[in-house]
């Protein structure tokens, strides 16, 4: 939670447009929340702990109507904020060509 805030914090400060779901349990896994938001949203995130086990509830939450990308680490190592941020921008350079 905390290095995903500050990530979202320093996208904003540099004037790009995120924002942070932080599923609280995962079942029943928060469907209606992603479908919600997905038709405002250019991309999804899913950044874990594990190689990936959320990235599929999300991408069936939305439907494939927006892009998902993911960004993890197995073994428990924790992402940093420094490559989260440059995963952001990343995303924010292929959506924006």
Do not use: H
Not at 76 to 88: F, H, L, M, S
Request: charged share 30%; hydrophobic share 35%.
């Amino acid at each position: 939670g905390r290095i995903a805030k500050s990530v979202v914090y320093q996208a904003r400060e540099d004037g790009l447009r995120v924002g942070l779901i932080r599923p609280i349990t995962l079942w029943p896994f928060p469907s209606s929340v992603f479908k919600k938001i997905s038709p405002k949203t250019r991309a999804f995130l899913v950044v874990e702990m594990n190689y990936g086990q959320m990235l599929k509830d999300v991408r069936l939450a939305i439907n494939s109507e927006t892009p998902v990308y993911f960004l993890g680490r197995g073994g428990g190592g924790i992402p940093r904020p420094d490559e989260i941020y440059e995963k952001v921008k990343e995303i924010n350079k292929e959506l924006t060509e």
